[in-house]
Protein backbone atom coordinates (compact mmCIF):
# COMPACT_ATOMS: atom_id res chain seq x y z
CA UNK A 1 0.00 0.00 0.00
CA UNK A 2 1.18 3.29 -0.79
CA UNK A 3 1.87 6.07 1.82
CA UNK A 4 1.19 9.29 1.90
CA UNK A 5 3.16 11.58 4.55
CA UNK A 6 1.32 14.97 4.98
CA UNK A 7 4.28 17.32 6.99
CA UNK A 8 1.20 20.11 8.55
CA UNK A 9 -2.43 19.66 9.42
CA UNK A 10 -3.37 23.78 9.02
CA UNK A 11 -5.20 24.71 6.44
CA UNK A 12 -3.61 22.94 3.56
CA UNK A 13 -2.62 19.94 5.03
CA UNK A 14 -5.74 19.09 6.92
CA UNK A 15 -7.75 19.48 3.90
CA UNK A 16 -5.59 17.43 1.59
CA UNK A 17 -5.69 14.35 4.10
CA UNK A 18 -9.39 14.32 4.67
CA UNK A 19 -9.28 14.60 0.77
CA UNK A 20 -7.02 11.75 0.10
CA UNK A 21 -8.16 9.38 2.80
CA UNK A 22 -11.76 10.09 1.18
CA UNK A 23 -10.78 9.53 -2.55
CA UNK A 24 -8.84 6.62 -1.61
CA UNK A 25 -10.75 4.99 1.58
CA UNK A 26 -8.41 2.15 2.59
CA UNK A 27 -6.15 1.58 -0.39
CA UNK A 28 -3.50 4.15 0.91
CA UNK A 29 -2.10 4.91 3.88
CA UNK A 30 -2.11 8.53 4.99
CA UNK A 31 0.14 9.76 7.75
CA UNK A 32 0.25 13.81 9.39
CA UNK A 33 2.79 15.08 11.13
CA UNK A 34 2.25 18.36 12.93
CA UNK A 35 4.04 19.36 16.26
CA UNK A 36 0.50 20.55 17.68
CA UNK A 37 -2.23 18.11 18.41
CA UNK A 38 -5.01 21.15 17.66
CA UNK A 39 -6.50 22.31 14.86
CA UNK A 40 -6.97 26.17 14.73
CA UNK A 41 -9.40 27.75 12.20
CA UNK A 42 -6.64 30.52 12.46
CA UNK A 43 -8.97 33.88 11.65
CA UNK A 44 -10.85 33.37 14.71
CA UNK A 45 -7.71 34.35 16.43
CA UNK A 46 -8.72 38.09 16.16
CA UNK A 47 -11.79 37.51 18.08
CA UNK A 48 -9.88 35.56 21.05
CA UNK A 49 -7.38 38.50 20.68
CA UNK A 50 -10.36 41.04 21.64
CA UNK A 51 -12.06 38.04 24.54
CA UNK A 52 -15.35 37.85 22.10
CA UNK A 53 -14.35 34.12 22.13
CA UNK A 54 -11.94 31.62 23.79
CA UNK A 55 -9.29 29.13 22.81
CA UNK A 56 -11.81 26.14 22.64
CA UNK A 57 -14.20 27.58 20.52
CA UNK A 58 -11.49 28.18 17.91
CA UNK A 59 -9.69 24.89 18.20
CA UNK A 60 -9.96 21.09 18.73
CA UNK A 61 -8.29 18.10 19.06
CA UNK A 62 -6.70 16.25 15.78
CA UNK A 63 -6.32 12.82 16.99
CA UNK A 64 -9.85 11.73 17.19
CA UNK A 65 -10.91 12.96 14.09
CA UNK A 66 -7.89 11.35 12.12
CA UNK A 67 -8.54 7.81 14.52
CA UNK A 68 -12.10 8.26 13.09
CA UNK A 69 -11.17 9.08 9.32
CA UNK A 70 -7.92 6.19 9.34
CA UNK A 71 -5.80 8.58 9.03
CA UNK A 72 -2.05 8.34 10.97
CA UNK A 73 -1.46 11.01 13.32
CA UNK A 74 2.23 11.42 14.41
CA UNK A 75 2.06 14.50 16.84
CA UNK A 76 6.11 15.57 15.68
CA UNK A 77 8.08 18.42 13.97
CA UNK A 78 9.50 17.12 10.91
CA UNK A 79 13.33 17.84 10.41
CA UNK A 80 14.69 16.83 7.59
CA UNK A 81 13.67 15.28 4.21
CA UNK A 82 15.75 12.54 2.84
CA UNK A 83 14.00 12.52 -1.20
CA UNK A 84 15.99 9.80 -1.90
CA UNK A 85 16.34 7.77 1.01
CA UNK A 86 20.23 7.26 2.36
CA UNK A 87 22.55 3.79 2.06
CA UNK A 88 21.02 1.95 4.24
CA UNK A 89 17.08 2.45 3.20
CA UNK A 90 16.46 2.69 -0.49
CA UNK A 91 13.22 4.87 0.19
CA UNK A 92 12.38 8.15 0.77
CA UNK A 93 12.14 9.31 4.59
CA UNK A 94 11.71 12.26 6.36
CA UNK A 95 13.25 12.37 10.03
CA UNK A 96 10.77 13.79 12.65
CA UNK A 97 11.22 14.42 16.17
CA UNK A 98 8.09 14.30 18.75
CA UNK A 99 6.16 16.54 20.36
CA UNK A 100 3.98 14.17 22.02
CA UNK A 101 4.38 14.91 25.34
CA UNK A 102 4.56 11.19 26.29
CA UNK A 103 6.94 10.71 23.79
CA UNK A 104 8.67 13.87 23.44
CA UNK A 105 12.17 13.79 22.23
CA UNK A 106 11.64 10.74 20.15
CA UNK A 107 13.03 10.43 16.68
CA UNK A 108 11.22 8.57 13.70
CA UNK A 109 12.43 7.69 9.96
CA UNK A 110 9.25 7.76 7.89
CA UNK A 111 9.39 6.38 4.80
CA UNK A 112 6.54 7.87 2.27
CA UNK A 113 5.87 7.27 -1.65
CA UNK A 114 4.58 10.65 -2.25
CA UNK A 115 5.25 13.78 0.23
CA UNK A 116 3.14 16.90 0.89
CA UNK A 117 5.01 19.44 2.90
CA UNK A 118 1.92 21.93 4.33
CA UNK A 119 3.92 23.37 7.09
CA UNK A 120 2.54 27.20 6.73
CA UNK A 121 4.95 29.61 7.87
CA UNK A 122 7.41 29.74 10.66
CA UNK A 123 6.63 32.87 12.88
CA UNK A 124 10.01 34.94 12.61
CA UNK A 125 10.00 36.89 15.54
CA UNK A 126 13.58 36.82 15.46
CA UNK A 127 13.88 39.18 12.48
CA UNK A 128 12.85 42.36 14.41
CA UNK A 129 15.01 42.58 18.01
CA UNK A 130 12.26 42.72 20.74
CA UNK A 131 8.65 41.88 18.17
CA UNK A 132 6.71 39.03 19.93
CA UNK A 133 5.13 37.71 23.18
CA UNK A 134 8.50 36.95 24.27
CA UNK A 135 9.61 40.68 23.67
CA UNK A 136 7.43 43.53 23.84
CA UNK A 137 4.86 43.23 21.82
CA UNK A 138 2.05 41.18 21.17
CA UNK A 139 0.38 38.55 18.23
CA UNK A 140 -2.59 36.70 17.24
CA UNK A 141 -1.21 34.39 15.15
CA UNK A 142 -1.88 31.39 17.30
CA UNK A 143 -4.79 30.77 19.72
CA UNK A 144 -2.07 31.24 22.71
CA UNK A 145 -1.28 34.16 21.39
CA UNK A 146 -4.55 36.20 21.20
CA UNK A 147 -5.26 34.99 24.73
CA UNK A 148 -2.39 36.79 25.78
CA UNK A 149 -3.13 39.84 23.68
CA UNK A 150 -6.83 39.47 25.36
CA UNK A 151 -5.23 39.72 28.51
CA UNK A 152 -3.19 42.47 28.15
CA UNK A 153 -6.37 44.41 26.27
CA UNK A 154 -8.64 44.18 28.99
CA UNK A 155 -5.97 45.15 31.90
CA UNK A 156 -5.64 48.31 29.42
CA UNK A 157 -9.18 49.15 29.15
CA UNK A 158 -9.25 48.62 32.63
CA UNK A 159 -6.86 51.71 32.45
CA UNK A 160 -8.63 53.86 29.83
CA UNK A 161 -12.15 53.22 32.02
CA UNK A 162 -9.79 54.75 34.91
CA UNK A 163 -9.42 58.04 32.62
CA UNK A 164 -5.78 57.10 31.54
CA UNK A 165 -5.09 57.92 27.81
CA UNK A 166 -3.21 54.99 25.96
CA UNK A 167 -1.97 54.28 22.57
CA UNK A 168 -2.79 51.40 20.96
CA UNK A 169 0.14 50.47 17.74
CA UNK A 170 -1.37 47.59 15.79
CA UNK A 171 0.08 46.58 12.56
CA UNK A 172 3.11 44.54 11.41
CA UNK A 173 6.40 43.83 12.78
CA UNK A 174 8.85 43.96 10.02
CA UNK A 175 9.15 45.99 6.30
CA UNK A 176 8.76 42.35 4.51
CA UNK A 177 5.79 41.36 6.50
CA UNK A 178 2.52 39.62 4.88
CA UNK A 179 -0.92 39.33 6.32
CA UNK A 180 -1.67 42.74 6.33
CA UNK A 181 -5.50 41.77 6.41
CA UNK A 182 -5.15 40.16 9.97
CA UNK A 183 -3.44 42.99 11.15
CA UNK A 184 -6.36 45.42 9.55
CA UNK A 185 -8.97 42.93 10.74
CA UNK A 186 -7.53 43.03 14.34
CA UNK A 187 -7.10 47.02 14.57
CA UNK A 188 -10.86 47.26 13.74
CA UNK A 189 -12.05 44.17 16.11
CA UNK A 190 -9.87 46.47 19.17
CA UNK A 191 -11.55 49.96 17.60
CA UNK A 192 -14.73 48.50 17.80
CA UNK A 193 -14.25 47.02 21.17
CA UNK A 194 -13.63 49.74 22.75
CA UNK A 195 -16.33 52.00 21.43
CA UNK A 196 -18.12 49.25 22.63
CA UNK A 197 -16.71 49.90 26.43
CA UNK A 198 -16.90 53.46 26.39
CA UNK A 199 -13.33 54.52 25.84
CA UNK A 200 -12.51 55.04 22.51
CA UNK A 201 -12.36 58.99 23.12
CA UNK A 202 -9.43 58.38 25.76
CA UNK A 203 -7.71 55.89 23.18
CA UNK A 204 -5.38 56.80 20.05
CA UNK A 205 -5.14 53.57 17.68
CA UNK A 206 -2.71 53.40 15.30
CA UNK A 207 -2.35 51.37 12.30
CA UNK A 208 1.50 50.67 11.59
CA UNK A 209 2.06 49.10 8.50
CA UNK A 210 4.51 47.83 5.24
CA UNK A 211 2.33 48.94 2.79
CA UNK A 212 2.59 51.79 0.62
CA UNK A 213 -1.06 52.80 0.49
CA UNK A 214 -3.97 51.48 2.19
CA UNK A 215 -6.05 49.18 0.98
CA UNK A 216 -2.93 47.43 -0.87
CA UNK A 217 -2.74 43.96 1.19
CA UNK A 218 -0.20 42.56 -0.29
CA UNK A 219 -2.04 42.16 -3.06
CA UNK A 220 -1.22 45.54 -4.82
CA UNK A 221 -4.42 46.72 -4.11
CA UNK A 222 -7.49 46.18 -5.75
CA UNK A 223 -10.07 48.07 -7.67
CA UNK A 224 -14.23 47.35 -7.69
CA UNK A 225 -16.67 48.27 -9.49
CA UNK A 226 -19.76 49.63 -7.34
CA UNK A 227 -22.87 51.24 -8.25
CA UNK A 228 -21.69 51.86 -11.52
CA UNK A 229 -18.25 53.77 -10.72
CA UNK A 230 -14.63 52.38 -10.48
CA UNK A 231 -13.30 53.04 -6.54
CA UNK A 232 -10.14 51.62 -5.77
CA UNK A 233 -9.32 49.67 -2.16
CA UNK A 234 -7.14 52.42 -1.27
CA UNK A 235 -9.96 55.11 -1.02
CA UNK A 236 -12.63 52.46 0.38
CA UNK A 237 -9.87 51.58 2.66
CA UNK A 238 -8.94 55.46 3.57
CA UNK A 239 -12.57 56.53 4.18
CA UNK A 240 -13.01 53.34 6.47
CA UNK A 241 -10.23 54.63 8.52
CA UNK A 242 -11.76 58.09 8.83
CA UNK A 243 -14.91 57.21 9.64
CA UNK A 244 -13.26 55.07 12.65
CA UNK A 245 -10.86 57.81 13.87
CA UNK A 246 -7.80 55.03 13.12
CA UNK A 247 -4.23 57.01 12.29
CA UNK A 248 -2.08 55.27 9.81
CA UNK A 249 1.21 55.32 9.68
CA UNK A 250 2.52 53.64 6.17
CA UNK A 251 5.16 52.38 4.24
CA UNK A 252 7.50 51.56 7.37
CA UNK A 253 9.43 49.10 8.47
CA UNK A 254 9.82 48.48 12.38
CA UNK A 255 13.46 48.06 13.16
CA UNK A 256 13.26 47.22 16.92
CA UNK A 257 10.61 47.25 19.72
CA UNK A 258 11.64 48.75 23.53
CA UNK A 259 9.21 48.19 26.07
CA UNK A 260 7.17 50.82 24.79
CA UNK A 261 8.52 52.38 22.04
CA UNK A 262 8.49 51.12 18.34
CA UNK A 263 11.58 52.25 16.30
CA UNK A 264 10.75 52.29 12.87
CA UNK A 265 12.20 53.22 9.32
CA UNK A 266 10.16 54.95 6.63
CA UNK A 267 10.14 54.47 3.12
CA UNK A 268 12.03 58.01 2.34
CA UNK A 269 14.79 56.92 4.47
CA UNK A 270 13.76 58.61 7.86
CA UNK A 271 13.95 56.81 11.26
CA UNK A 272 11.18 57.33 13.91
CA UNK A 273 9.97 56.00 17.34
CA UNK A 274 6.59 55.61 18.25
CA UNK A 275 5.70 55.50 22.05
CA UNK A 276 2.94 52.36 22.85
CA UNK A 277 0.77 50.92 25.48
CA UNK A 278 -0.42 47.96 23.57
CA UNK A 279 1.37 46.55 20.82
CA UNK A 280 0.22 43.91 18.74
CA UNK A 281 2.55 43.52 15.66
CA UNK A 282 2.74 40.85 13.24
CA UNK A 283 5.74 39.13 12.53
CA UNK A 284 7.30 38.37 9.01
CA UNK A 285 7.08 34.79 7.51
CA UNK A 286 9.73 32.13 6.72
CA UNK A 287 9.43 28.66 6.05
CA UNK A 288 9.82 26.29 8.55
CA UNK A 289 13.46 25.15 9.96
CA UNK A 290 13.90 21.40 8.11
CA UNK A 291 17.04 19.99 5.55
CA UNK A 292 17.05 18.22 3.02
CA UNK A 293 19.97 15.48 2.44
CA UNK A 294 20.49 13.33 -0.80
CA UNK A 295 21.19 9.45 -0.47
CA UNK A 296 24.79 10.25 -0.15
CA UNK A 297 24.19 12.10 3.06
CA UNK A 298 24.94 16.22 1.42
CA UNK A 299 23.14 18.90 2.15
CA UNK A 300 20.76 19.60 -0.51
CA UNK A 301 18.60 21.93 1.30
CA UNK A 302 19.43 24.97 -0.64
CA UNK A 303 17.93 22.83 -3.85
CA UNK A 304 14.97 21.68 -2.50
CA UNK A 305 14.15 25.29 -0.79
CA UNK A 306 14.24 28.93 -1.15
CA UNK A 307 16.41 31.04 0.64
CA UNK A 308 13.34 32.68 2.34
CA UNK A 309 12.81 28.42 3.52
CA UNK A 310 9.69 28.09 1.03
CA UNK A 311 9.36 24.41 -0.82
CA UNK A 312 10.02 25.22 -4.61
CA UNK A 313 7.87 23.98 -6.86
CA UNK A 314 6.66 24.57 -10.44
CA UNK A 315 6.97 28.13 -10.65
CA UNK A 316 9.38 30.50 -12.47
CA UNK A 317 12.02 31.80 -10.13
CA UNK A 318 13.91 33.72 -12.36
CA UNK A 319 14.46 37.13 -10.73
CA UNK A 320 12.84 39.89 -13.16
CA UNK A 321 11.61 43.48 -12.98
CA UNK A 322 8.16 43.94 -11.47
CA UNK A 323 7.32 45.07 -15.23
CA UNK A 324 8.26 41.35 -16.39
CA UNK A 325 6.23 39.65 -13.74
CA UNK A 326 3.24 37.69 -15.24
CA UNK A 327 0.87 35.19 -14.20
CA UNK A 328 2.73 32.12 -15.93
CA UNK A 329 5.42 32.59 -12.70
CA UNK A 330 3.18 31.11 -10.62
CA UNK A 331 2.85 27.57 -9.63
CA UNK A 332 -0.17 25.08 -11.26
CA UNK A 333 0.87 22.15 -9.98
CA UNK A 334 2.69 22.88 -6.75
CA UNK A 335 5.19 19.81 -8.13
CA UNK A 336 8.86 19.98 -6.48
CA UNK A 337 10.67 20.72 -9.61
CA UNK A 338 13.89 18.09 -8.61
CA UNK A 339 11.63 15.25 -6.94
CA UNK A 340 8.11 14.57 -8.95
CA UNK A 341 6.71 12.87 -5.32
CA UNK A 342 7.48 15.88 -3.49
CA UNK A 343 4.81 18.78 -3.22
CA UNK A 344 4.35 22.29 -1.56
CA UNK A 345 0.42 23.94 -0.49
CA UNK A 346 -0.40 26.85 1.28
CA UNK A 347 2.16 28.77 2.86
CA UNK A 348 4.76 26.51 2.48
CA UNK A 349 5.18 26.99 -0.98
CA UNK A 350 8.20 29.25 -2.41
CA UNK A 351 5.94 32.08 -4.23
CA UNK A 352 8.30 33.68 -7.16
CA UNK A 353 7.50 36.93 -6.08
CA UNK A 354 5.62 39.79 -4.26
CA UNK A 355 2.15 40.70 -5.84
CA UNK A 356 2.55 44.49 -4.56
CA UNK A 357 5.60 46.08 -5.97
CA UNK A 358 8.96 45.75 -4.39
CA UNK A 359 10.21 48.94 -2.74
CA UNK A 360 13.50 50.07 -0.85
CA UNK A 361 14.49 52.85 1.08
CA UNK A 362 17.47 54.88 0.35
CA UNK A 363 19.66 52.83 3.15
CA UNK A 364 18.66 49.53 1.13
CA UNK A 365 15.70 48.45 3.66
CA UNK A 366 12.90 45.96 1.86
CA UNK A 367 9.75 47.70 2.33
CA UNK A 368 6.62 45.84 0.93
CA UNK A 369 4.50 43.07 1.61
CA UNK A 370 5.19 39.63 1.02
CA UNK A 371 2.64 37.98 -0.75
CA UNK A 372 -0.32 36.33 1.15
CA UNK A 373 -1.53 32.64 0.96
CA UNK A 374 -4.68 32.93 2.54
CA UNK A 375 -7.04 30.23 3.76
CA UNK A 376 -8.96 29.74 0.58
CA UNK A 377 -6.33 28.92 -2.06
CA UNK A 378 -4.43 26.99 0.34
CA UNK A 379 -7.31 24.90 0.83
CA UNK A 380 -7.89 23.98 -2.67
CA UNK A 381 -4.00 23.76 -3.19
CA UNK A 382 -4.29 21.37 -0.28
CA UNK A 383 -7.48 19.62 -2.58
CA UNK A 384 -5.70 19.64 -5.65
CA UNK A 385 -2.65 18.20 -5.01
CA UNK A 386 -4.44 15.44 -2.90
CA UNK A 387 -6.59 14.46 -6.07
CA UNK A 388 -3.17 14.71 -8.07
CA UNK A 389 -1.79 12.12 -5.81
CA UNK A 390 -4.93 10.14 -5.85
CA UNK A 391 -5.59 9.69 -9.10
CA UNK A 392 -1.76 8.71 -9.50
CA UNK A 393 -1.76 5.76 -7.05
CA UNK A 394 -5.24 4.56 -8.90
CA UNK A 395 -3.68 5.05 -12.34
CA UNK A 396 0.04 5.17 -12.26
CA UNK A 397 2.57 8.23 -11.99
CA UNK A 398 1.74 9.80 -15.72
CA UNK A 399 -1.04 10.55 -15.11
CA UNK A 400 -1.46 14.68 -15.74
CA UNK A 401 -1.40 16.58 -12.34
CA UNK A 402 -4.40 18.64 -11.64
CA UNK A 403 -3.69 22.66 -11.53
CA UNK A 404 -4.99 25.15 -9.35
CA UNK A 405 -2.99 28.44 -10.17
CA UNK A 406 -3.43 31.86 -7.63
CA UNK A 407 -2.84 33.35 -11.70
CA UNK A 408 -6.45 31.55 -12.32
CA UNK A 409 -8.00 31.52 -9.10
CA UNK A 410 -10.75 33.80 -7.22
CA UNK A 411 -10.30 34.30 -3.42
CA UNK A 412 -13.11 35.74 -0.93
CA UNK A 413 -11.86 36.87 2.26
CA UNK A 414 -14.14 37.97 4.87
CA UNK A 415 -12.37 40.76 7.25
CA UNK A 416 -13.93 41.30 10.44
CA UNK A 417 -14.22 45.02 11.72
CA UNK A 418 -15.91 44.21 15.16
CA UNK A 419 -18.13 41.44 16.41
CA UNK A 420 -21.69 41.76 17.79
CA UNK A 421 -24.72 40.44 15.98
CA UNK A 422 -26.28 43.74 15.84
CA UNK A 423 -23.15 46.22 15.76
CA UNK A 424 -20.87 44.16 14.45
CA UNK A 425 -19.31 44.85 11.02
CA UNK A 426 -17.07 42.73 8.42
CA UNK A 427 -15.47 43.97 4.84
CA UNK A 428 -16.39 40.90 2.16
CA UNK A 429 -14.01 41.33 -0.37
CA UNK A 430 -13.45 39.02 -3.55
CA UNK A 431 -10.76 39.38 -6.25
CA UNK A 432 -10.69 37.29 -9.37
CA UNK A 433 -7.44 36.47 -10.05
CA UNK A 434 -5.32 36.66 -7.12
CA UNK A 435 -2.29 37.55 -9.43
CA UNK A 436 -3.56 40.58 -11.52
CA UNK A 437 -2.76 39.47 -15.27
CA UNK A 438 -3.14 43.41 -17.23
CA UNK A 439 -3.22 41.31 -20.34
CA UNK A 440 -6.35 39.79 -19.72
CA UNK A 441 -7.42 42.66 -17.46
CA UNK A 442 -5.69 46.09 -18.35
CA UNK A 443 -5.77 48.65 -15.76
CA UNK A 444 -5.60 46.75 -12.41
CA UNK A 445 -5.35 43.45 -13.52
CA UNK A 446 -8.19 41.99 -12.37
CA UNK A 447 -11.85 41.57 -13.29
CA UNK A 448 -14.01 43.96 -12.13
CA UNK A 449 -16.87 41.90 -12.19
CA UNK A 450 -15.71 39.25 -9.94
CA UNK A 451 -13.55 41.97 -7.59
CA UNK A 452 -15.47 43.66 -4.90
CA UNK A 453 -15.27 44.73 -1.42
CA UNK A 454 -19.02 45.92 0.62
CA UNK A 455 -18.82 46.13 4.11
CA UNK A 456 -21.83 45.89 6.81
CA UNK A 457 -23.72 44.12 9.30
CA UNK A 458 -24.23 41.13 6.81
CA UNK A 459 -20.64 41.00 6.67
CA UNK A 460 -20.15 40.01 10.11
CA UNK A 461 -23.10 37.18 10.26
CA UNK A 462 -21.40 35.75 7.07
CA UNK A 463 -17.88 35.56 8.63
CA UNK A 464 -19.20 34.01 11.93
CA UNK A 465 -20.91 31.34 9.74
CA UNK A 466 -18.20 30.72 8.11
CA UNK A 467 -16.24 30.13 11.40
CA UNK A 468 -18.82 27.55 12.30
CA UNK A 469 -19.02 25.96 8.66
CA UNK A 470 -15.37 25.23 8.35
CA UNK A 471 -14.82 24.18 11.68
CA UNK A 472 -17.98 21.38 11.37
CA UNK A 473 -15.56 20.59 7.82
CA UNK A 474 -12.24 20.00 9.76
CA UNK A 475 -14.12 17.88 11.80
CA UNK A 476 -14.79 15.68 9.06
CA UNK A 477 -18.52 15.46 10.13
CA UNK A 478 -21.02 14.22 7.97
CA UNK A 479 -21.03 15.88 4.09
CA UNK A 480 -18.06 17.55 5.06
CA UNK A 481 -16.75 17.55 1.37
CA UNK A 482 -19.77 19.36 0.04
CA UNK A 483 -18.49 22.68 1.43
CA UNK A 484 -16.21 24.77 -0.61
CA UNK A 485 -12.23 25.32 0.63
C1 LIG B 1 -4.31 36.18 12.66
C2 LIG B 1 -4.57 35.63 11.29
C3 LIG B 1 -5.83 35.82 10.73
C4 LIG B 1 -6.09 35.32 9.47
N1 LIG B 1 -7.33 35.53 8.91
C5 LIG B 1 -7.61 35.02 7.71
C6 LIG B 1 -8.91 35.22 7.13
O1 LIG B 1 -9.78 35.87 7.69
N2 LIG B 1 -9.14 34.65 5.92
C7 LIG B 1 -8.19 33.92 5.27
O2 LIG B 1 -8.46 33.43 4.18
N3 LIG B 1 -6.95 33.74 5.79
C8 LIG B 1 -6.64 34.26 6.98
N4 LIG B 1 -5.41 34.07 7.52
C9 LIG B 1 -4.43 33.29 6.76
C10 LIG B 1 -4.65 31.79 6.97
O3 LIG B 1 -4.62 31.49 8.34
C11 LIG B 1 -3.56 31.04 6.22
O4 LIG B 1 -3.73 31.31 4.86
C12 LIG B 1 -3.64 29.55 6.38
O5 LIG B 1 -3.62 29.16 7.73
C13 LIG B 1 -2.51 28.88 5.62
O6 LIG B 1 -2.66 27.50 5.69
P1 LIG B 1 -1.39 26.54 5.74
O7 LIG B 1 -1.93 25.16 5.79
O8 LIG B 1 -0.45 26.89 4.67
O9 LIG B 1 -0.65 26.90 7.11
P2 LIG B 1 -1.16 26.72 8.60
O10 LIG B 1 -2.65 26.76 8.66
O11 LIG B 1 -0.38 27.69 9.41
O12 LIG B 1 -0.71 25.24 8.99
C14 LIG B 1 0.64 24.86 9.10
C15 LIG B 1 0.71 23.54 9.84
O13 LIG B 1 2.05 23.04 9.80
C16 LIG B 1 2.41 22.60 11.09
N5 LIG B 1 3.88 22.62 11.19
C17 LIG B 1 4.70 23.64 11.48
N6 LIG B 1 5.98 23.22 11.48
C18 LIG B 1 5.96 21.91 11.17
C19 LIG B 1 6.97 20.91 11.02
N7 LIG B 1 8.27 21.19 11.18
N8 LIG B 1 6.60 19.65 10.72
C20 LIG B 1 5.28 19.34 10.55
N9 LIG B 1 4.29 20.25 10.68
C21 LIG B 1 4.63 21.52 10.98
C22 LIG B 1 1.68 23.58 12.01
O14 LIG B 1 1.59 23.08 13.33
C23 LIG B 1 0.32 23.62 11.31
O15 LIG B 1 -0.43 22.48 11.65
C24 LIG B 1 -5.09 34.60 8.76
C25 LIG B 1 -3.83 34.42 9.34
C26 LIG B 1 -3.56 34.95 10.58
C27 LIG B 1 -2.19 34.75 11.19
Given at each position: MKRVVILGAGISGHTAALHLQRQLKRQVEVVVVSPNSNWNWIPSNIWVGVGKMSKSQVTFPLAPIYQRKHIGFRQAKAVAIHPEGDADHPRAFVDIVYTDPTRSGDEERLGYDYLIVATGPKLNFAATPGLGPDGNSFSVCTADHAQQSAAALETLIGELEAGERKTLVIGVGHGTCTCEGAAFEYTFNVEHELRERGVRDLADVVYLS??????????GGMTFAQNGFETSSKMWTESLFRERGVRAILRAHVERVDPGVIHYEELDGSKHTLDFDFAMLLPPFRGVDMKAYSN????ITDELFAPNGFLRVDADYESKPFDQWAPEDWPKTYQCPRYANVFGVGIAFAPPHAISEPRKSPNGTVISPAPPRTGMPSGVMGRTVALSIAERIRHGDDRPLRTASMAAMGAACIASAGAGLRRGSAAAITMYPIIPDRRRFPGSGRDLTQTSGEIGLSGHWTKLLLHYLFIYKAKARFGWFVIPE
Amino acid sequence: MKRVVILGAGISGHTAALHLQRQLKRQVEVVVVSPNSNWNWIPSNIWVGVGKMSKSQVTFPLAPIYQRKHIGFRQAKAVAIHPEGDADHPRAFVDIVYTDPTRSGDEERLGYDYLIVATGPKLNFAATPGLGPDGNSFSVCTADHAQQSAAALETLIGELEAGERKTLVIGVGHGTCTCEGAAFEYTFNVEHELRERGVRDLADVVYLSNEYDLGDLGVGGMTFAQNGFETSSKMWTESLFRERGVRAILRAHVERVDPGVIHYEELDGSKHTLDFDFAMLLPPFRGVDMKAYSNEGDDITDELFAPNGFLRVDADYESKPFDQWAPEDWPKTYQCPRYANVFGVGIAFAPPHAISEPRKSPNGTVISPAPPRTGMPSGVMGRTVALSIAERIRHGDDRPLRTASMAAMGAACIASAGAGLRRGSAAAITMYPIIPDRRRFPGSGRDLTQTSGEIGLSGHWTKLLLHYLFIYKAKARFGWFVIPE
